[in-house]
């Protein structure tokens, strides 16, 4: 069973990035100079974006994304070596181009997750997270959620295995019912 740990980063920000458009409405509006488009989301006010970034600066977010384009690359370059392993020593030397040509565009996740946030909550809303977290208890949250959620998953990994224990136990016990060893 492979550990939620592993996974837990490129699961968060494609499960966050997928939850924050799912429900959206087709259509996008003409976004601000410089703003990501992301289809049923309004442009937001300077004043919401800086909140916004501000908001995810302290929560570190960019942690989830920073691996985002090597690890991209990476995959492209699998998949195209899957094909194509006569060009090995070429895919791999393209990789390094790629990778430095592209270089830095994973902070677009990070303004695109600012939108979300400036969409999501008011401009008021996200100024009075910002001193939340400036406050003593939002700094111990920005503190001390990392470790609570690491401590949760770990429960979760636990529970997990410990229940699909008694689930095959229950199985085992009703095909048994039925005269039949598995």
Do not use: C, H
């Not at 592993?6 to 458009?21: C, E």
């Not at 695109?112 to 400036?118: D, I, N």
């Not at 208890?137 to 959620?149: C, F, S, V």
């Amino acid at each position: 069973m492979k550990s939620v740990f592993r996974i837990l980063p490129a699961a968060g920000l494609a499960l966050g990035l997928g939850l924050a458009l799912a429900g959206l409405p087709a259509g996008a509006q003409q976004a601000a100079p410089g703003q990501p488009t992301i289809p049923g989301l309004k442009p937001a006010s300077p004043a919401a974006l800086a909140a916004a970034r501000e908001i995810l600066a302290m929560k570190n977010a960019a942690a989830m994304y920073q691996a985002a384009v090597p690890n991209i690359v990476q995959q492209t370059k699998d998949t195209l070596l899957q094909t194509n392993l006569n060009y090995q020593k070429d895919l791999n030397e393209v990789a390094v181009i790629v990778a430095q040509n592209l270089a830095g565009r994973e902070k677009e996740i990070g303004e695109g997750m600012a939108l979300v946030y400036a969409n999501e909550f008011t401009e008021q809303e996200l100024t009075a997270l910002v001193a939340f977290y400036k406050s003593p208890l939002g700094q111990k949250l920005l503190m001390n959620e990392p470790r609570a959620i690491q401590m949760s998953m770990s429960y979760m990994n636990q529970w997990a295995q410990q229940f699909a224990s008694i689930v095959n136990g229950e199985f085992r016990s009703e095909m048994r019912k039925r005269g039949k060893q598995i």
